[in-house]
T-cell receptor, first 112, second 112 residues
């Protein structure tokens, strides 16, 4: 199946700094790229998504960029706050059934 | 609106026992899926359904069975539990492929 590589596996940032997480994939047919946030002991929740016909999308302090040629997409969090501390997962779908393939996750720690 | 509901939240099984993890959604979503989450491995797809009567295998289907007799319910059956099935299990649903997947609260399963 599709292989999604996510880096880094852990990310420690000072409050107010930016955080960037990158995912790479191999199947050029991939067409939907969501990002999920999972707080400790909770369920994953969608924070932002992008489709293959769009290069960038922003929602307040969160943005996602997609480079279809290079087959990678990234999550950008600006002005990080302690409540941004969580595990973030990238994901993608390739087939018409919409099966989601997840990256291994990035543990983000925002220190005051 | 309950969303996606999973039961039980916690379960301990002995090796060889069988059990069913329940998942129900009240959003009239056609697409439902089961994932397992293990440390450092993200969420891996076990089984998937695109509507009542239609299921497909995911990345790690061995040892698990599913059926989809109604739109609302998508139970996951462990036929003969093994310690390797110790994990956190999440059920998810979405309206269409390429749209937000909503997750249940998870079931933490321990097989001893």
């Amino acid at each position: 199946g599709e292989n999604v590589e996510q880096h880094p596996s852990t990310l420690s940032v000072q409050e107010g700094d930016s955080a960037v997480i990158k995912c790479t994939y191999s199947d050029s047919a991939s067409n939907y790229f969501p990002w999920y946030k999972q707080e400790l002991g909770k369920r994953p929740q969608l924070i932002i998504d992008i489709r293959s016909n769009v290069g960038e999308k922003k929602d307040q302090r969160i943005a996602v960029t997609l480079n279809k040629t290079a087959k990678h997409f990234s999550l950008h969090i600006t002005e990080t706050q302690p409540e941004d501390s969580a595990v973030y997962f990238c994901a993608l779908t390739t087939d018409s059934w919409g099966k989601l393939q997840f990256g291994a996750g990035t543990q983000v720690v925002v220190t005051p | 609106n309950a969303g996606v509901t999973q039961t039980p939240k916690f379960q301990v099984l002995k090796t060889g026992q069988s059990m069913t993890l329940q998942c129900a959604q009240d959003m009239n979503h056609e697409y439902m899926s089961w994932y397992r989450q293990d440390p450092g491995m993200g969420l891996r797809l076990i089984h998937y359904s695109v509507g009542a009567g239609i299921t497909d295998q995911g990345e790690v289907p061995n040892g698990y069975n599913v059926s989809r007799s109604t739109t609302e319910d998508f139970p996951l059956r462990l036929l003969s539990a093994a310690p390797s099935q110790t994990s956190v299990y999440f059920c998810a649903s979405s309206q269409d492929p390429g749209q937000e997947a909503f997750f249940g609260q998870g079931t933490r399963l321990t097989v001893v």
